[in-house]
């Protein structure tokens, strides 16, 4: 009885120890928030090292405030100070280049600042998710607001621009070449802030890209978006229901970015792609990787995936219908649901990228 006793407390006390940390990194993303919000990294990147006050007056906020945060930053690692024992006004803070990559520079692909934005997001109706587990019933996705929508965007921004078109879609000839075709056009499905649509049409100067999506404020965006990259001659947003038969045999392409796990009814979404496309066209879903089957002992991304589907995917996908996919959404799922839309063939695309994977529904 003494062992299991003994056997207890140890287990008890590194449960805690491990609770302690996971509230030492929740506040640590949550300051990254603040600091990407603040302009504190860029400011850092751009002109450290900077004490306290140099910081506050360049990002137009308090000293004091600038003080803790720095202060709290350099407990985590996360940025770098000289003179640890100096008075607490006259430490100076800055910024290491590699760390700069990840949390300053918007147009790196490590960028990963906006992270937490999107976590700050997923968690901010929180009342309303418990709500919902109790009732069984959904948060809608405008319940979410500004940061899940704008930190969706920010995260996908660079691959979508930099990568979709000039890295991921040559790798399946098939696509690319249809693309690059005088006449082509695709369909961006739930486009969110627009970026994959964006990334098409720069990538392929003669393609015209028509994007979807059901939320109002990120069709602004999205539109926003487009002007500032210089492609709003060739790229369209609406908010509109697809299922228009005006849509119908229109496109080469219907590409979905991160959208499938969240819809309320997939099949019947699918089934809706599939009457976009012309005669040999195809539908591409790029969502996030997951393993085959559950296993309690995943790696930290499915970790993460489960994060976001606790707090913001299951309940979003809730309420727009029955499915309740969620974000963990397996590679059987995918083929499970193309089938039923009617789609004949669904190809893993040779794109090799660790969070997503892309799945050619062929019809």
Not at 24 to 40: C, E, K, M, Q
């Amino acid at each position: 009885m003494i062992a299991t006793n003994e056997r207890q407390t140890r287990t008890a006390e590194a449960l805690t120890e491990r609770l302690l940390e996971a509230a030492a990194s929740t506040f640590g993303l949550f300051a990254v928030y603040l600091g990407d919000r603040l302009g504190y990294y860029r400011h850092l990147a751009d002109a450290g090292p900077l004490d306290p006050g140099e910081l506050a007056r360049r990002s137009g906020t308090h000293e004091r405030y600038a003080r803790e945060w720095l202060e709290q930053q350099a407990v985590l690692g996360l940025v770098e100070v000289e003179h640890e024992d100096a008075p607490a006004q006259e430490r100076r803070f800055s910024l290491p280049p590699a760390h700069a990559a990840v949390l300053a520079d918007e147009d790196s692909l490590d960028f990963l600042a906006p992270l937490a934005q999107l976590v700050v997001g997923a968690v901010s109706p929180m009342p309303l998710v418990v709500r919902a587990y109790r009732a069984g019933t959904g948060v809608p996705f405008s319940e979410y607001g500004r940061d899940l929508r704008e930190g969706q965007g920010r995260m996908n921004r660079g691959m979508l621009l930099q990568q979709l078109g000039h890295e991921w879609l040559p790798a399946v000839p098939a696509l690319h070449g249809r693309l690059a075709a005088a006449g082509a056009r695709a369909a961006d499905f739930g486009c969110g802030q627009g970026y994959a649509s964006i990334g098409l049409a720069r990538a392929y100067p003669a393609l015209r890209v028509d994007g979807f999506d059901l939320d109002g404020p990120s069709i602004d965006d999205a539109r926003a978006n487009a002007a500032r990259h210089g492609v709003a001659d060739r790229v369209r947003f609406e908010r509109r229901d697809v299922s228009d038969p005006a849509l119908a045999g229109r496109y080469d392409l219907v590409f979905a970015c991160e959208v499938l796990h969240d819809l309320g009814d997939p099949v019947g979404a699918l089934r809706v792609a599939r009457g976009l496309l012309r005669e040999g066209g195809e539908v591409l879903i790029m969502d996030e990787r997951a393993g085959e089957r559950f296993a309690a002992g995943c790696g930290v991304w499915e970790r993460v995936l489960y994060g976001f589907s606790v707090h913001h995917c299951l309940p979003s996908c809730l309420a727009d219908g029955d499915a309740g996919t969620g974000t963990v959404m397996r590679p059987e799922t995918v083929r499970r649901y193309a089938q039923a839309a009617g789609f004949r063939q669904v190809v893993l695309a040779p794109i090799d990228h660790p969070f997503f994977a892309f799945y050619r529904l062929i019809p």
